[in-house]
Nanobody
Framework: QVQLVESGGGLVQPGGSLRLSCAASGFTFSSFAMTWYRQAPGKERELVAYISGNGLGTNYAGSVKGRFTISRDNTKSTVHLQMNSLKPEDAAVYYC?????????WGQGTQVTVSS
């Protein structure tokens, strides 16, 4: 079965960095785009970054462009989100997601807290 497992969240000071990872299994990883979403308390879940199956296409939310970088390692079925220059408003639970056909699969999420 499809599984997505995020890791790498934690507490970081404003201006700091974190690298999130999402380990995928149960499907042909390189054939599918991957996305990172985030959801802060009281807010809707929002798309943060997208990467195509071959890694050549990426897209970012305007609020993170220039600070976050999405990448993937198809040999390890893993997608990463490098987050630099973190701001308090980046604090949220971060989820990775993929869509197989018409079905969305989500990980359990990893908490990112940005605070001094």
């Amino acid at each position: 079965q499809v599984q997505l497992v995020e890791s790498g969240g934690g507490l970081v000071q404003p201006g700091g960095s974190l690298r999130l990872s999402c380990a995928a299994s149960g499907f042909t990883f390189s054939s599918f785009a991957m996305t990172w979403y985030r959801q802060a308390p009281g807010k809707e879940r929002e798309l943060v970054a997208y990467i195509s199956g071959n890694g050549l296409g990426t897209n970012y939310a305007g609020s993170v462009k220039g600070r976050f970088t999405i990448s993937r390692d198809n040999t390890k079925s893993t997608v990463h989100l490098q987050m630099n220059s973190l701001k308090p408003e980046d604090a949220a639970v971060y989820y990775c997601k993929t869509r197989l056909g018409v079905v969305d699969y989500w990980g359990q999420g990893t908490q990112v807290t940005v605070s001094s």
